[in-house]
């Protein structure tokens, strides 16, 4: 999980699991806290457009968050054997409501 501070009292959360038998890095949530409120979903996007945010936006960031700040760091810190670049067989998977429609 990594929480992205998008603004005073706003947060973005993304949720990444690892399917070991699949090997799938997976994007299992992305949701916008505000005020108590959690959003998801097309809720999630209209929020986003009222900070001039957009799905590509949010794509963009859930990329850096697996790659620089969850496996960036795996790799660095744990797994010599693998990298960005060479990810043996296992797979990214974003979120479906990063995908244009």
Known sequence: MYDFKLEKGVTLGFIFKYNSSKKLFFQKEVYLSKEGTTYKGQQLLE???????????????????????????????????????????????????????
């Open 47 to 101: 929020q986003l457009y009222t900070y001039g945010k957009d799905r590509t936006w949010l794509k963009k960031q859930s990329k850096k968050v697996v790659e620089q700040y969850i496996l960036g760091t795996w790799f660095k810190n744990g797994s010599s054997r693998y990298s960005l670049k060479n990810l043996g067989d296992m797979k990214i998977e974003y979120h479906s409501l990063l995908e244009e429609k």
